[in-house]
């Protein structure tokens, strides 16, 4: 396989976690009598442009179906932090009532009503039926479809150009992503701005983050592939940001080369940062597999445990990094009953692959089994905060990530 950037060869592997379904490819009742489809989950690592990319992947539409479970609103945080984010730039930018604002997979509308409550126009991209659908429910225009080049020269031709682009959690999640970047240069003003946020692969690779790593995420990035698929499409990055949401996010601030805004010291900063982290040394990725399988088989021992001595053990969170650690370890309603969620579009249905079954969190409330793994490590004080009244009656919280933690 050549990378998806550069077209160099690739032979530098990452990490092969088997095979699995899509992570996000919930399951109905009557689809307990059909097969999954799986498919190989092998990362590999571009040691010409440091692009860290699946090997094998599934094409994007069998990924992000019209009954796509992910609804951005679910988290309270993640709203707070969208709102902040907006607040913070459209003072930056000065956007006022005749900017435009174009969100890449605007989800539910989670983030774009905030730019609709203060007068901004702005549009939505989403390809997923349900989530535009709750968007357009909050008064914001949604175009329903995947971006890139072919949609962005039919906005343009239909007179758009964007002031601000942004894109949360979507940049790793696009199979061609060389025409994605490009798609954003066409579309953008000539002193406009584009905003990614994305989970940074240093972060990953120091706190083992691999149950972040499923086929809905093509690429993994560090600032340094980063800047080089910028710079192919004419962009260059001026600012970059540390952000803790998902475990660890950068988000970077992009222009035209020939833009006004100056490039900032973070960003130089930050390329250093991640060259002493070994991030362009081969030996830092083949030393990943290793630190993800002690991860696992120690959960699998702690569950293992857990059923030998009669203790009862329930999961929080039905999301893809549980899934990804499910199946990774070969986990199944023996050793995990059911899983809580509290997106309505999950319960009642199954996790992809280990088959497991959804509940309302209200189930935990008649259980309260001795032990409950929060599988969204990201947003574990969010839950345990939410759950807190479990634990006086006798529960013990658990994650598995980075490493095996009852905590206190």
């Given at each position: 396989?050549?990378?998806?950037?550069?077209?160099?060869?690739?032979?530098?592997?990452?990490?092969?976690?088997?095979?699995?379904?899509?992570s996000?490819?919930?399951l109905?009742g009557?689809?307990?009598?059909?097969?999954e489809?799986?498919?190989?989950?092998?990362?590999?690592?571009?040691?010409?442009?440091?692009?860290?990319?699946?090997?094998?992947?599934?094409?994007?539409?069998?990924?992000?179906?019209?009954?796509?479970?992910?609804?951005?609103?679910?988290?309270?945080?993640?709203?707070?932090?969208?709102?902040?984010?907006?607040n913070?730039?459209i003072?930056?930018l000065?956007?006022?009532?005749?900017?435009?604002?174009?969100?890449?997979?605007?989800?539910?509308?989670?983030?774009?009503?905030?730019?609709?409550?203060?007068?901004?126009?702005?549009?939505?991209v989403?390809?997923?039926?349900?989530?535009?659908?709750a968007?357009r429910?909050?008064?914001?225009?949604?175009?329903?479809?995947?971006?890139?080049?072919?949609?962005?020269?039919?906005?343009?031709?239909?007179?758009?150009?964007?002031?601000?682009?942004?894109?949360?959690?979507?940049?790793?999640?696009?199979?061609?992503?060389?025409?994605f970047?490009?798609?954003?240069a066409?579309?953008?003003?000539?002193?406009?701005?584009?905003?990614?946020?994305?989970p940074?692969?240093?972060?990953?690779?120091?706190?083992?983050?691999?149950?972040?790593?499923?086929?809905?995420?093509?690429?993994?990035?560090?600032?340094?592939?980063?800047?080089?698929?910028?710079?192919?499409?004419?962009?260059?990055?001026?600012?970059?940001?540390?952000?803790?949401?998902?475990?660890?996010?950068?988000?970077?601030?992009g222009?035209?080369?020939?833009?006004?805004?100056?490039?900032?010291?973070?960003?130089?900063?930050?390329?250093?940062?991640?060259?002493?982290?070994?991030?362009?040394?081969?030996?830092?990725y083949?030393?990943?597999?290793?630190?993800?399988?002690?991860?696992?088989?120690?959960?699998?021992?702690?569950?293992?445990?857990?059923?030998?001595?009669?203790?009862?053990?329930?999961?929080?969170?039905?999301?893809?990094?549980?899934?990804?650690?499910?199946?990774?370890?070969?986990i199944g309603?023996?050793?995990?009953?059911y899983?809580?969620?509290?997106?309505?579009?999950?319960?009642?249905?199954?996790?992809?692959?280990?088959?497991?079954?959804?509940?309302?969190?209200?189930?935990?409330?008649?259980?309260?089994?001795d032990?409950?793994v929060?599988?969204?490590?990201?947003?574990?004080?969010?839950?345990?905060?939410?759950?807190?009244?479990?634990?006086?009656?006798?529960?013990?919280?658990?994650?598995?990530v980075?490493e095996?933690?009852?905590?206190?």
């Open positions: 396989m050549k990378c998806r950037h550069c077209q160099s060869e690739l032979e530098l592997p990452f990490i092969d976690l088997g095979c699995a379904p899509p996000n490819a919930y109905s009557d689809d307990l009598n059909k097969s489809v799986t498919y190989p989950l092998q990362v590999m690592t571009c040691t010409s442009c440091w692009l860290v990319q699946t090997h094998d992947y599934a094409n994007a539409d069998e990924l992000f179906k019209a009954d796509y479970a992910y609804f951005s609103s679910t988290s309270t945080s993640w709203l707070a932090h969208a709102e902040n984010y907006c913070m730039i003072k930056r000065t956007l006022t009532e005749q900017s435009h604002v174009v969100e890449l997979a605007s989800n539910d509308g989670y983030l774009l009503k905030n730019f609709v409550a203060k007068g901004i126009p702005c549009l939505g989403e390809p997923t039926e349900g989530t535009a659908e968007a429910a909050k008064g914001i225009p949604v175009r329903q479809d995947f971006f890139g080049m072919d949609l962005a020269r039919d906005l343009v031709r239909e007179g758009l150009k964007a002031d601000l682009i942004l894109g949360n959690n979507v940049y790793a999640h696009v199979p061609d992503i060389n025409d970047t490009r798609a954003i066409h579309l953008l003003k000539p002193e406009g701005v584009v905003t990614l946020e994305f940074h692969l240093l972060r990953l690779i120091e706190q083992n983050q691999f149950d972040t790593i499923y086929h809905e995420h093509f690429s993994y990035l560090c600032l340094h592939a980063v800047s080089s698929l910028f710079a192919m499409a004419g962009l260059r990055i001026f600012d970059v940001e540390k952000l803790p949401t998902h475990g660890g996010s950068l988000r970077v601030y222009c035209f080369d020939a833009a006004a805004f100056a490039t900032a010291n973070a960003v130089k900063s930050l390329l250093a940062e991640e060259v002493e982290a070994g991030l362009l040394e081969p030996a830092t083949r030393a990943f597999q290793r630190k993800a399988e002690k991860a696992k088989n120690d959960f699998l021992t702690f569950l293992l445990e857990a059923k030998s001595e009669g203790k009862s053990v329930a999961g929080y969170g039905a999301a893809a990094k549980g899934n990804s650690l499910m199946n990774f370890a070969g309603p023996d050793l995990m009953p899983v809580c969620d509290a997106s309505p579009s999950k319960i009642g249905k199954f996790l992809p692959g280990s088959r497991i079954p959804i509940y309302a969190p209200q189930r935990l409330e008649e259980d309260v089994p032990y409950v929060i599988f969204p490590w990201n947003i574990a004080t969010e839950i345990t905060s939410q759950l807190s009244h479990l634990k006086a009656k006798g529960a013990h919280f658990v994650v598995a980075p095996l933690r009852i905590l206190e």
